[in-house]
Nanobody
Framework: QVQLIESGGGSVQPGGSLTLSCAAS????????GAWFRQTPGKEREFVAA????????YSGDSVKGRFTISRNNAKNTMYKQMDNQKPEDTAVYHC?????????????????WGQGTQVTVSS
């Protein structure tokens, strides 16, 4: 049974940093592409960043590029997202997701496995 558990969320002041972790079990993690999405109340899940099993990365756009860094450690079955220079608009529940593919995707519907999410609040 595939299980994804996020950790590292919390409250941070604007300009601060957090690192989220996504620990995977029940799968051969190195065969999977991973991604982070975020969701705020009343809105659909929004793509943030993805990493292929070959460490190719994609980011959602200028709003996070340069501030967020996605990475993975296959030996630890874990994916990470470093978030720097955070802004209040980064406040959301962050979910990790994985799919068994050689490619990479920004579409939430392509990911069959999801974690339950971790809350990130950016506020002064």
């Amino acid at each position: 049974q595939v299980q994804l558990i996020e950790s590292g969320g919390g409250s941070v002041q604007p300009g601060g940093s957090l690192t989220l972790s996504c620990a995977a079990s029940g799968l051969t993690f190195s065969w999977y592409a991973g991604a982070w999405f975020r969701q705020t109340p009343g809105k659909e899940r929004e793509f943030v960043a993805a990493v292929s099993r070959n460490d190719i990365t994609e980011y959602s756009g200028d709003s996070v590029k340069g501030r967020f860094t996605i990475s993975r450690n296959n030996a630890k079955n874990t994916m990470y997202k470093q978030m720097d220079n955070q802004k209040p608009e980064d406040t959301a529940v962050y979910h990790c997701a994985v799919q068994h593919t050689t490619g990479i995707s920004q579409n939430a519907k392509d990911y069959p496995y999801w974690g339950q999410g971790t809350q990130v609040t950016v506020s002064s």
